[in-house]
């Protein structure tokens, strides 16, 4: 089962500041297909996860362009800048290349 | 538009089945697959299983054994019934599209 490690498991950052948030899979994410389905989910306290980017790069509907997704393979990455207090709880990469798999959870929260 | 929505009992006995329906509207479910997550409290998100378009399942390994996805399409329902429970499949329960999710079903295993 392919594995998904994201990093870190906590970010402090300061309002108006850049996050950035890593996950890197256990075997390459690109389907057969030639797509590859990484997409990276926000979720509040109390509340479902909300797909913020999906294959890779795609911001969703409604999805601010602070909000950055790249990579390729089997690394990626989630880039938040200007980050706003709407912006704090827990983002999961996920992947559903091969089956569904997320990554453990990187807590964001203001410094 | 897309909505899922989970329901099914509160309160479960160990060693006991669990039964979940997932009830979609704005979707239809022999052209879009449904998945079950479920989210203990205070940890991270673990994929369940998938029923696809066609009507194939597929199943997370570690819980293979104990679960069955099937669905309704005549009602817009899919249903989660996985048995022998114990205390350790006390969690949040959602079914979800990859972009839409449910709100979420509380499920506590206890005597």
Redesign the interface.
Known sequence: DVVLTQTPVSLLISLGGQASISCRSSQSLVHSNGNTYLHWYLQKPGQSPQLLIYQVSNRFSGIPDRFSGSGSGTDFTLKISRVEPEDLGVYYCLQRTHKWTFGGGTKLELK | QVQLKESGPGLVQPSQTLSLTCTVSGLSLTSNSV?W?RQPPGK????MG?IWSNGGT?Y??AIKSRLSISRDTSKSQVFLKMNSLQTEDTAMY?C?R???????VMVTVSS
């Open positions: 998945s997550i991270g998100l673990e994929w998938v597929d997370n390994s959602f979800a990859s972009d839409y999710w449910g709100q979420g």
